[in-house]
């Protein structure tokens, strides 16, 4: 294990990888500064630039970009009271009075030490848990893996925190949309409404579309934030001893319910940090300090978030299967690389597998070197009004979904998925539960169908090989906890009622 990783740090050390592993890591803390943008729409835009990279540093890059959002995230919450990613919501409940009471310093140097500490312990369970879960995954065959995108398309739709209904909507949406063009098998043409789609619709194309080009539409009608007059001073910054102390266990608690929730797919760094807030507030011998700038209220749930975004990794290396919408672009650049996602990706491309890992390790550092004196930077990206960044970013949008295909069909698709996309959010249709229907739809497809063909057509075999069994009893299960928390949650409200 020590060997396979000191084979990540030596292709991450190289200094080309290097510096795509700092420029990932810096326009993930960029994009996670600007609030409302997010890790997502970013990657998205990225995808394009991956066509020109190896997949090692593609993987690099996209990754810094995922995990540097969330150290950026909580720059805007402390300082504006804005969440700049969905994680960071939490972090506005301690890190803003902070900022009123001129302990702004202070908040910022504790998130980024939370979020590193985070991170490392993150990358450590990734570390350990990735030869266990590749031998596991090695065993595989095609009802297993059938089974495994069926629990991890319900665990998209049913744990989260709008509507479950919406969200199976969403997937089986999803799902429609990567059926159109040719089936793989038989070669026959599937709602084909014009040549052009003969070969699908673009990945690219629906995740800058419903991501990118909807979140301008839904911004550009908003007034920027004004951005927050500033000064810190180096001695502020520094906690007090008996602060330093207080942090020690909620920064540990958070790690670990950070890794265990990042681990699971569907949930995701936000819940993660839900969870460790509640947890830390829950615990705390003082939780009447909570929501008036209490340290450990700040340090649970950006410990939690950053531990979140590393194990999250988990099953996307070892089984190919995405946690959530970021892990599905990352799975999708990798296709887009020519590499196949899942168990063999450690027997066939180790450097990529391990360098993709260390970088993590490379990726934290960097952050946490960069994150305190590039504060007055952010300051100042804060203070530029978007709506005059919009016009570029549509053009470099247009140009990077034409250069993959060379189709104008696609730029087509792009701008009206950015208009279906927008139009979702409105309605709070959430557009992240259709990027993992498109991508883990023809996986659930090809292996359901070679298990049919493998096993003469008999449903069973699910139930009968062991593996595959529990993934069952664990979709049932899953279905049955939803079902009983909608109906006590219906209970409670009717309860509330005068």
Known sequence: MIDQFLLGLSVVMQPHILMYAFIGVFIGQLIGVL??????????????????????????????????????????SILLNLPGTPSSVVTCLEGYPLSQNNRAGLALFVAAFSSFVGGMVGVAILVLAAIPMTIIALRFG??????????????ASLIGTGSQIRSFAMV??????????????TGYYRFVAMPELA??????????????????IRNAAYKSPAGPALSIRMRDVIPTKA??????????????????????PGTGAAIASFMAYAM????????????????????????????AAQTGFIPTLTLGIPGDAVMALIIGALILNG?????????????????????????????????????????????????????????????????????????????????????MKNYRFEPAPVLLGFVLGPLLEDNFRRAMLIYRGDFMIFLTRPISAILVACS??????????????????????P
């Open 243 to 264: 602060e330093a102390r207080s942090l020690v266990f909620p920064i540990l608690r958070g790690s670990s319910i950070g890794s265990f929730f990042g681990a699971l």
């Open 339 to 423: 590499i196949i996602p899942g168990p063999r990706l450690m027997v066939d491309q180790p450097e990529l597998f391990w360098g993709v890992i260390a970088s993590f390790f490379v990726g934290n550092i960097i952050l946490l070197l960069i994150n305190i004196p590039l504060i007055r930077l952010w300051v100042l990206l804060l203070r530029i009004p978007y709506q005059k960044l919009y016009p570029v970013i549509i053009v470099m949008i247009c140009v990077g979904v034409y250069s993959h295909r060379t189709s104008v069909t696609d730029v087509v698709l792009t701008l009206a998925f950015g208009v279906l996309g927008y139009l």
């Open 199 to 216: 070969d699908g619709i673009s990945l690219v194309s629906l995740a800058m579309g419903l991501f990118g080009v909807s979140e301008i």
């Open 142 to 155: 095609a009802p297993e893996y059938a089974m495994l995108v069926i629990l991890g398309l319900l665990a």
């Open 280 to 307: 830390e507030k829950r615990f705390s011998r003082t939780p009447e300090k909570f929501g008036k700038g209490h340290l450990p209220g700040l340090a649970a749930p950006e410990s939690a978030n950053n531990a």
């Open 172 to 185: 089986v949406m999803g799902v429609a949309l990567g059926l159109v063009g040719a089936d793989q098998t």
């Open 476 to 497: 049932v299960g899953l279905v049955v906890f939803a079902i009983w928390s909608g109906i006590s949650a219906r209970r409670k409200n009717v309860r509330s009622l």
């Open 35 to 76: 609030p409302g943008v997010g890790a997502i729409t970013a990657i998205s835009l990225l995808l394009p630039v991956t066509f020109y990279l190896d997949a090692t540093t593609s993987m690099i890059m996209l990754g810094g970009i995922y995990y540097g959002s969330q150290y950026g995230g909580s720059i805007a």
